[in-house]
């Protein structure tokens, strides 16, 4: 008997993946809209009835209201290393494996971290304005002279590490589960959050939203930071203190930023926030929207990743680990 499996958040890149491999045990529906409160009322009684697995990226919202409306689901898999848009409280009750693809585009991730950390600190922004009355103020710096600090030095990290090393960078790291394995093979450094911030010329964010690291880079992280640093963030916005950010800036404190994250949107209030998700995210877009203004800033729309090499790794991934929990039990979740 054939498994009915939905995917949500299904962009155009990725029907080449399926054009060119065969799951005969599986019925797939597509939808190119996110899942949520709003888009499940859309979908029809037999849909919500039949469907054993759903599939979602980062932009649905998975509480415990669209949960309750599929009668008969047994697995909730995100095509995503993050998780937290699904309710995992929801989905234990209902004993409802939840998956993630914990690795993937590293070598992309890093490679794009590079490109944004030359993109800041060789002014390209600027650059390109088609104003060249003033050359100096394209001037820009060695990257062997800067010290790069990378927060999160799991394989993303390490592969930020490894590039890092070819352009002869000092490498400082902060991590709760230091790697000595980077040690000795990059040379990298670990220091104390503090000492850290205080050492790094740039600042490049690359571990998972947890929930305790809520705001992780606020006013204070910011006013440690070295005058004319760089910033950037390629995994969660929910880590940073986005006013606090575009005051950095506008001080002039922070001499570029590079943001590549979802937009935040209006989320349910059973994500784990300590405020009203809805605030949280009116505020954080406000000061997005004056960051673009800014020179030297850089917004991507979570893009790092996004490389034809990751998104067919996420969709086998995604897959195999399917049909492993299908198999074996539920050997493979996040829980």
């Known amino acids: 008997m054939a498994i009915d499996m939905v ?29 949520n ?60 494996a939840v998956l993630n693809v914990p ?29 060249f009355s003033d050359k100096t103020e394209l001037s820009g710096r060695d ?21 890092a090393q070819f352009f002869k960078m000092k490498i400082y790291g902060y991590d709760i589960k230091p790697k ?5 093979k990059y040379g990298l450094e670990y220091l104390p959050l503090n000492d850290f911030i205080r050492n790094s010329d740039i600042i490049t964010l690359h571990l998972p939203y947890t ?5 992780m880079f606020s006013k204070s992280e910011f006013d440690l930071m070295k ?7 390629t995994s969660s916005s929910r880590l940073v203190d986005t006013k606090a950010l575009y005051n950095a800036v506008k001080s002039g404190k922070i001499k570029g930023v590079a943001l590549d994250f979802t937009v935040c949107k209006f989320e349910s209030p059973e994500c784990y926030m300590p405020q009203n998700p809805s605030e949280i995210c009116r505020e954080e877009n406000k000061f997005l929207n004056l ?12 893009i790092a990743y996004d490389t034809k090499e990751s998104v067919n790794y996420i969709l086998q991934s995604t897959m195999d680990n399917i049909k492993n929990t299908i198999q074996c039990g539920n050997v493979y979740g996040v829980y």
């Open 143 to 163: 990257l062997s002279e800067l010290s790069l600090g990378i927060v999160g030095t799991g394989a993303v990290g390490a592969a930020v590490c490894k590039i």
């Open 180 to 184: 000595q394995e980077l040690v000795k």
């Open 291 to 302: 960051l673009k203004s800014e020179k030297n800033v850089i917004i991507t729309p979570h």
């Open 37 to 96: 409160l709003e888009s499940v009322k859309n979908l029809s009684e037999e849909v919500k009835c039949n469907t054993t697995v759903i599939s979602v990226f980062t932009d649905s919202d998975v509480c415990e209201g669209v949960i309750g409306e599929f009668k008969n689901l047994r697995i909730i898999s995100t095509r995503s290393a993050s998780y937290d848009h699904i309710s995992k409280k929801a989905a234990i009750e209902r004993n409802i």
């Open 227 to 233: 005058d004319g640093a760089y910033f950037i963030n």
């Open 211 to 215: 929930g305790d690291n809520f705001k």
């Open 7 to 35: 995917f949500f958040d299904f962009r155009d890149e990725e029907k080449d993946f399926f054009n060119k491999n065969c799951f005969p045990n599986f019925n797939f529906t597509f939808y190119k809209e996110s899942l």
């Open 103 to 131: 690795n993937y585009g590293e070598k992309s991730v890093a490679q794009y971290t590079l490109g944004l950390i030359l993109a800041l600190v060789r002014n390209l922004i600027s650059a390109t304005s088609g104003n």
